[in-house]
Structure formats: structure tokens, C-alpha cells
């Protein structure tokens, strides 16, 4: 079993910026690629940002130039989302992840943490 737990939510203004943690502990060796999801009220989790266990990454082209993942491996997997220019439309719950890669721009996940709440206000 991995655990995730997200941090560093909160409300924001507009162009303001929000960094976003997200630590795994318990199986935390067989951690592969990371990644983080949101989801607006009404609408479908979405995917944000997605990085391997060898740095590649891959954006939504709604937060691509605003938004950089990165992760720290050198205790328990840690994954960053450094959200900058937000915009009220970034707005939702925002999910940390994990899994494999299974194809170009594919992924299947096999953890979740409990979300971490992002508002922005105009």
C-alpha cells in the first residue's frame, strides 16, 4: 500500500501562485510516475501534470507555461505542483496520484491521496 497526502492548498487571487506537495510513504520504492489531477464542481478529474520516475513530464495545455511538476526522490517520493498566473478557472480539487505509464500520454493509476482544495478568486 502507498499513502499520499497532499498539502499547500488554500485561496488565492488571481495571478497569484500556490505550490502544491504531495508526500508518499508506506511502498513508497514501487512509486513510478506522479502525477496530479483536479476536479471543478460538475466536471470531470482532469488531469494537470504527469512526471516519471525519469523526469520526463506532460502538461494539460490548459496550465502549460503556468504550471511545472517536479518530484524529490531522495527520502519518500515526493511530488511538486508549483501553480503560478492562477486564474479562477483553476479553481477545484487537486489530486495526487500514482501509477505507470502504458502508452503515449497514458496512464494507469493506482493510488490516490485525499485532494487538497485550490480557489481562486477574481
Known amino acids: 500500500q502507498v499513502q499520499l497526502v497532499e498539502s499547500g492548498g488554500g485561496l488565492v487571487q488571481a495571478g497569484g501562485s500556490l505550490r502544491l506537495s504531495c508526500a508518499a510513504s508506506?511502498?513508497?520504492?514501487?512509486?513510478?510516475?506522479m502525477g496530479w489531477y483536479r476536479q471543478a464542481p460538475g466536471k470531470q478529474r482532469e488531469l494537470v501534470a504527469v512526471?516519471?520516475?525519469?523526469?520526463?513530464?506532460?502538461y494539460a495545455d490548459s496550465v502549460k507555461g503556468r504550471v511545472t511538476i517536479s518530484r524529490d526522490n531522495v527520502k519518500n517520493p515526493t511530488v511538486y505542483l508549483q501553480m503560478n498566473s492562477l486564474k479562477p478557472e483553476d479553481t477545484a480539487v487537486y489530486y495526487c496520484?500514482?501509477?505507470?505509464?502504458?502508452?503515449?500520454?497514458?496512464?494507469?493509476?493506482?493510488?490516490w491521496g485525499q485532494g487538497t482544495q485550490v480557489t481562486v478568486s477574481s
Open positions: 512526471i516519471t520516475s525519469g523526469g520526463s513530464t506532460d
Open positions: 508506506g511502498r513508497a520504492v514501487s512509486i513510478n510516475t
Open positions: 496520484s500514482t501509477g505507470v505509464v502504458v502508452g503515449v500520454n497514458r496512464y494507469e493509476w493506482d493510488y
